[in-house]
C-alpha cells in the first residue's frame, strides 16, 4: 500500500486544522493514523483490483479471504490447476471461498487467486475515525496529558492517553477481519 493511499481526504484534515493540506506532518500524520486503521482490521480497506494472492488450504468447505468485501474473483488455482467458477468454487462478497462439492486441501501455500477487494469509496465512518485520530497525532504530543504555558493551562481527554475513542473501537469491529484469533 502506498503511503499516499489515505483513508480520508487530506483536504478533509487541513480544514480541521487550518493548515495546508501540503503540510507534512499532517500528511504523516494521516498516514499514520490510516495505517494504524488497517493494522487494527487486519486488512487493507481500500480497493485493491486483480490482486494476487496464494493461501493455505484449510481442510474445509469455506475458507476465508483475507479482505473483504470481495468484489470480483477473477481465478482460482489449486496446485497450479485452474478451477471453475460455480463447478469447481464460489466466493462471497463477505470474504469466503467455498470449494463446491467438497473441501480445500489442508496444504500449505496450494491455492493462487486473483481477486479484487475493498471499497471504493472508503466508507465515511472510516474516513471520519481516521480523521479524529490524526486530528490527535497531529496536535497531542505522545505521552502528554496536560500543559502549561505561561498563564494558560491545556488539558488533553482521554484519546490522547489510551489512544483511540470509543467510535474508533466500533468502527473497527464492525470492519475487522478474522475476529476469532483476535489477541
Not at 499516499?4 to 503540510?23: E, F, K, M, N, S
Not at 468484489?71 to 463477505?94: F, I, Q
Not at 486530528?135 to 494558560?152: D, E, F, H, I, N
Request: a negative charge; aromatic letters at 8%.
Amino acid at each position: 500500500m502506498a503511503t499516499t493511499d489515505y483513508l480520508a481526504g487530506p483536504g478533509d484534515l487541513a480544514a480541521w486544522l487550518g493548515v495546508p493540506d501540503t503540510d507534512p506532518k499532517l500528511l504523516q500524520a494521516l498516514a499514520a493514523a490510516s495505517s494504524r486503521f488497517r493494522g487494527a482490521v487486519r486488512h487493507p480497506v481500500s480497493f485493491v483490483a486483480d490482486d494476487t494472492t496464494v493461501l493455505d488450504g484449510n481442510g474445509m468447505e469455506a475458507l476465508p479471504l483475507p479482505a473483504a468485501p470481495v468484489t470480483a474473483v477473477t481465478s482460482v488455482e489449486l496446485d497450479g490447476e485452474a478451477l471453475t467458477y460455480r463447478t469447481d468454487y464460489e466466493w462471497s462478497a463477505d470474504g469466503f471461498l467455498r470449494r463446491v462439492g467438497g473441501c480445500w486441501p489442508c496444504r500449505l501455500r496450494c491455492i493462487e487467486i486473483v481477486w479484487s477487494h475493498g471499497y471504493e469509496p472508503v466508507p465515511e465512518d472510516i474516513s471520519e475515525v481516521v480523521l479524529d485520530q490524526a486530528r490527535a497525532q497531529y496536535t497531542v504530543r505522545p505521552g502528554l496529558t496536560s500543559m502549561t504555558v505561561g498563564g494558560q493551562s491545556v488539558a488533553f481527554g482521554a484519546q490522547a492517553s489510551i489512544g483511540v475513542t470509543a467510535q474508533w473501537t466500533t468502527v473497527v469491529e464492525r470492519y475487522r477481519l478474522n475476529q476469532g484469533d483476535a489477541p
